[in-house]
């Protein structure tokens, strides 16, 4: 009898842990077998433990905007490297034992090929039929060239995997790859012996349908189901098909296009030297497992997510119960005789301790939040509540008393008209028709000059090139408004919102010209003692383009002067600030003063409009132009944004709406990275809006959160209140997405930011009811005022709002006394740093007290909507400042103040 050939009698003589996985029969159980299974065990739970260990800590490299790509590094070195480690331990172990098994039975002459399937383990000496050394069938030694191209291939895929890694980060689709790998093994050795049924646990790691549901569960909490989120991994996740496909054995005759790799030893130097960082995989690939090596790579990649980033409690639990999931198929694909089989159960505290931490201190936090002391925001709002109270009961019931305000107010009459307006807003049940000093306080420069030295700016400033203004004109007979501009046609809404709401006016107001700002941006920036127009015909204006540049020095250069004339012109005092201790928590006690952009220098590194706006063209002069919002440097005449009105993308439907019994515990926040370019040369993750998703989501481990905790003391009649400084944060009573990464250049930068700000499009393509079911919603700027306020105001919920703009609704800059929307009491100011942010949401949303004041709040703000922001009142609004506007430019006007 010929005696078979040197591989066969090595697969014979050495028991294979992928032959008893698969119930294959061993014909001397008494072989020491269970020492290699146990050792294949502990390999795979360092392995795991590794991939665990290494993604966290790339994940927290990442999150702090640190060099990702060195993380990502770090995480392959040390994956790959125990694993070889343990695995070249191991084989020195075996080739010691398989020499004395050798010649312990070359006597009894077996030569029987053990036949069997394929698990999550496969021949851990990497022979096969028809590859090896000698007598193996044609193309499975191949030739230099053929095995030259092969690891050619296999450094490539191993090259694409880890660049996209390093680029974009996890590769999500990665799970998918073990039932793939499965199919693949069956095709590429179609004489195995098919395998016996399967059931429990082993039917997740054995067959196809097994390996496809753990897989398919994975991925639903690593993948964001949308296009481009899907497209982009199949790349990475093709290449690493292949580079496993290629370590494979196979049997004759099987497919020659595909890249094979039949003896590992043999591919080392090249590979070393294409991929470096990857040798000590490939050290041990000779006794490695692809299949489990995917297992691996998965349980390392959910057992990694960290649940202090999670936006909600099935995010949090997801990744644990997926990793116990995908541990439970570790497990079933290691021999029951193995010994310590059981000890890789132990790898569940990589994900379950950690969870179970975070819900510990979310515990903790909860407790002591103040819930029988009063909070500061109560204080506020009670105080708030009480002077707007006093601000309705002061308005004028009578034209005459009217008139009279309006004297006292501004020291000039009012405009022609003002008694027709009057009886308007009486008729139509208007609450507010005194509180109009910021329309008085934004066109009260030009009362100096007469009405056609105004005119005369007018025309000058819709000629100067590059201004980007629009010039309309509104007709008193016919009151429709038309407008035009050099080289522009659409005029983003401007007409259709003042025929919308004056159109049903003809022959009641006077003609009107006036000058509208194109940009979202503000644009007017008057020096200390500009005049009127130079008789010798100079320009009395300049426009300079800050577009994508730092605009700070710029807008607040007059600090000095325009505070010393703001004091000049002030009529009344402000009001004194309210009575309330903060304990160190930066409220906003005084929205005016929060405003104020030279008493608060810090603003420039921490808004994108003072960093790199989209387009800036900053006018210096003294120039009448309409913009929707301001800072309080600048003189632009606020007006409504078409948004509120015509846009219907930003109107209130109640059917969006739910009760507040039925909203859910979180503060909302879902938009674009608008507010500011972010580039190279600046620090995009200081933009507004990239503070607040940096926040919501925890990306910055190293940042402290300022709370409030009831002092411990003896003194039972006078409890104290502290406050504390914690890295902690409750990332469950958020939900902030970004919906769309844009504003940005080069690529790079975009890619970096879209993987700093984990934006999650899955979850944010929502109903466009979708903020209006939490109980706390956030509005924030964009690239200048943000059009949702008035939709998030007249729903049930209580709107929290940062800004460094004033639009037409605030009140004028001698304090929080006035305006046509009340802050502690219509909505939740919050200061442009943010830092009492998570207290607000922690009490709001974690305590009895804290409930019912947003309540209070939101309830408030949605009566108001329905009593003072109807359409009506935007109409008292515009029809008012149309008077002002007319009177500004009738040419027939002298001067309305002298020095």
């Known amino acids: ?74 995480s392959e070195a040390v994956c790959w490297a125990l694993l070889a480690a343990v695995a070249g331990m191991v084989g020195k172990r075996r080739r010691r034992r398989r020499s004395g098994a050798m010649r312990a039975r070359a006597d009894e002459g077996d030569d029987e090929l053990l036949e069997g399937g394929m698990g999550l383990l496969w021949p851990d000496d990497g022979a096969s039929a028809g590859g090896g050394g000698g007598g193996g069938a044609g193309h499975v030694g191949g030739s230099k060239d053929a095995s030259e191209r092969s690891v050619w291939a296999v450094a490539a895929g191993i090259v694409v995997a880890c660049c996209y890694a390093a680029e974009i980060g996890e590769i999500s689709l990665f799970p998918a790859l073990t039932p793939l790998l499965l199919v693949a093994d069956r095709k590429l050795r179609p004489r195995m012996a098919p395998s016996p049924p399967q059931s429990g646990l082993a039917a997740l790691a054995n067959t196809v349908w097994g390996t496809t549901l753990v897989a398919a569960v994975a991925m639903l909490a690593l993948v964001d189901w949308s296009l481009l989120e899907l497209a982009l991994p199949l790349l990475p996740a093709a290449a690493l098909l292949l580079v496993y496909a290629a370590l494979m054995p196979r049997s004759a005759g099987g497919p020659r296009l595909l890249p094979l790799i039949p003896d590992i030893e043999e591919a080392i130097q090249p590979l070393s030297h294409r ?48 990793s116990l999931l995908v541990l439970a198929q570790l497990v079933s694909a290691i021999p029951k005789q193995a010994r310590g089989r059981l000890l890789l159960w132990a790898l569940c505290l990589v994900s379950v301790g950690p969870y179970l931490a975070n819900t510990a201190a979310i515990g903790r936090a909860q407790s002591a939040a103040l819930h029988s002391l009063e909070h500061p925001v109560e204080v506020l709002i009670r105080s708030a509540k009480a002077d707007f109270e006093r601000l309705l009961e002061r308005q004028s019931r009578t034209y005459s008393a009217a008139v009279e305000e309006y004297r006292r107010r501004y020291g000039i009459e009012p405009p022609p008209g003002f008694r027709e307006w009057f009886e308007f807003a009486v008729e139509n049940r208007s609450p507010i028709v005194d509180e109009f000093d910021m329309i008085s306080e ?32 509104f007709s008193g007979a016919t009151a429709e408004t ?20 004056l159109g049903d006016l003809p022959g009641v107001l006077p003609d009107a010209k006036f000058l509208v700002n194109h940009l979202d941006e503000p644009r007017v920036l008057i020096p200390p003692g500009s005049g009127p127009p130079s008789p010798d015909k100079k320009k009395t204006l300049s426009v300079t383009d800050f577009a994508e540049r730092p605009t700070w020095d710029a807008i607040t250069k007059y600090c000095g002067a325009s ?56 006018i210096e002069g003294l120039v009448p132009v309409l913009s929707t919002g301001k800072p309080s440097t600048m003189s632009d005449i606020p007006f409504p944004s078409p948004a509120y009105v015509v846009e219907p993308e930003f ?51 190293e940042q402290q959160h300022i709370y409030l905790r009831q002092e411990e003391s003896n003194d039972q009649s006078a409890p104290a209140i502290r406050a504390t400084r914690t890295g902690f944060l409750n990332t469950r009573l958020y939900r902030a997405y970004a919906t769309r990464i844009f504003q940005c250049r080069p690529g790079a930068v975009c890619r970096r930011e879209r993987a700093h700000l984990r934006g999650r499009a899955r979850w944010a393509r929502q109903a466009a009811g979708a903020a209006l079911r939490a109980r706390l919603v956030l509005d924030l700027d964009g690239n200048g005022i943000s059009g949702r306020f008035r939709r998030l105001l007249a729903s049930r919920s209580c709107v929290l709002k940062q800004t460094v703009l004033r639009e037409w609704w605030h009140g004028g800059g001698s304090g929080d006394g006035g305006g046509l929307v009340v802050p502690w009491v219509h909505y939740v100011p919050v200061s442009v740093g943010m830092g009492e942010l998570p207290e607000l949401v922690a009490w709001f949303l974690g305590t009895d007290r804290g409930r019912e004041a947003a309540r209070r709040v939101g309830e408030e703000g949605a009566q108001w909507a329905a009593r003072a922001m109807r359409d009506v009142d935007f109409k008292v609004y515009l029809w008012r400042l149309v008077l002002e506007l007319a ?11 002298t020095d």
Not at 449 to 456: F, H, I, P, S, W
Not at 887 to 897: I, M, S
């Open 563 to 618: 505070r010393v004339d703001r004091e000049r012109g002030r009529r009344s005092p402000p009001p004194p600030p309210p009575p309330v201790e903060t304990y160190g928590l930066p409220l906003v006690t005084n929205l005016s003063a929060a405003l104020d952009l030279c008493a608060h220098p810090e603003y420039a590194e921490t808004h994108g409009l003072f960093r790199a706006p989209a387009s800036f063209r900053l």
């Open 442 to 473: 934004s066109v009260s420069p030009f009362w100096r000059l007469g009405g056609k030295e105004v005119a005369q700016i007018m025309d000058e400033a819709y000629d100067t090139a590059g201004i980007d203004l629009w010039l309309c004109s």
């Open 1 to 74: 009898m010929v005696a078979a050939p040197s591989w066969r009698r090595r697969r014979w003589f050495e028991p294979q842990p992928w032959a008893l996985l698969r119930g294959g029969e061993v014909e001397d159980p008494g072989r020491p077998v269970t020492t290699t299974a146990t050792t294949a065990a502990i390999a795979a739970g360092l392995a795991a433990l590794s991939a665990s260990g290494a993604h966290r800590l790339s994940s927290l490299s990442t999150a702090a905007g640190g060099v990702s790509q060195a993380g990502e590094v770090v």
């Open 651 to 701: 109107r209130y439907e109640p059917s969006d709406d739910v009760p507040w019994s039925h909203k859910s515990d979180h503060l909302y926040w879902a938009g674009s990275t608008t507010g500011g370019v972010a580039r190279t040369d600046n620090d995009w993750r200081r933009f507004h809006r990239q503070r607040f998703l940096a926040l919501a989501q925890n990306l910055d481990p």
């Open 482 to 501: 038309s407008c035009s501009h050099p080289v522009r046609t659409f005029d983003r809404h401007i007409g259709d919102l003042f025929n919308t709401l």
């Open 275 to 322: 991929i470096l960082i990857l040798l000590g995989g490939v050290l041990g690939a000779r006794h490695t497992s692809w299949c489990t090596a995917t297992t691996l790579g998965t349980f390392g990649l959910v057992a990694s997510q960290d649940p202090s980033f999670q936006l909600s409690d099935l995010d949090a639990a997801l990744p644990v119960i997926v």
């Open 887 to 897: 009177r500004l430019a009738d040419v027939t006007r002298g001067p309305l103040l």
